[in-house]
């Protein structure tokens, strides 16, 4: 039954998760976090966190990563075939329409409804973790509950990204090492 589930849930990612692995975001917190409690917040953070560190799209990384987590290897890949199954389905029937219809004035005014939604989806779950890592598991949102060594590595990492436009993997690797280093002696 596990498996069914799996598969459900991350075919609901996959069919929904229009403009990408950010955008999928919400949608696999909902579904692995609040629908089914398989993972807590700070289990779905920091699966996350690996999915955006290793290659590939954050929504199959994510997952593989929550399958394994709930049922193994089997688990992995029913969960990843759910999240691409859709994708692939409907890429294939776009394609076909956008090839053949690109230039009607309905077609651009869709796409053009749906960036916004994207935008939101995105700043949703942006916003949703940045309260979990500034404000732990709880979320009370007081200054008294601020993690205020996590504001100060995400403040000093929004301004190097900013400012410099580096590399962010360079960006995540100082800001894990100065995590490293601040919470041992802090």
């Known amino acids: 039954m596990i498996y069914l589930q799996l598969f459900w849930s991350f075919f609901q990612i996959g ?3 229009i403009g990408g ?25 920091d699966i996350m966190t690996i999915a955006e560190m290793t290659p590939g799209p954050i929504a199959i990384n994510s997952a593989t990563f929550v399958g394994i987590q709930i049922a193994g290897l089997p688990g992995a890949i029913i969960a990843t075939l759910g999240c691409v199954f ?17 230039g009607l004035d309905v077609i651009q005014g869709i796409l053009a409804g749906l960036r916004p939604a994207v935008v939101a989806m995105i700043a949703s779950a942006g916003l949703s973790l940045l309260v979990l ?3 732990g598991e709880e979320g009370q949102i007081s200054l008294s509950h601020l993690d205020w060594v996590a504001a100060g590595i995400f403040a000093v990492a ?9 590399d962010p993997i360079l960006v995540m690797a100082g800001a894990g090492a100065a995590g490293a280093i601040l919470y041992h002696f802090l």
Do not use: N
């Open 133 to 135: 890592a500034l404000w």
């Open 158 to 166: 929004l301004v190097v990204l900013r400012r410099w436009k580096p």
């Open 15 to 17: 069919l929904f998760s």
């Open 86 to 102: 859709p994708s692939c389905v409907i890429v294939l029937a776009l394609a076909y329409v956008y090839y053949h219809y690109k």
């Open 21 to 45: 692995g950010y955008a999928a975001m919400p949608l696999i917190q909902h579904q692995v976090v609040e629908l089914h409690p398989w993972l807590t917040m700070t289990q779905f953070a």
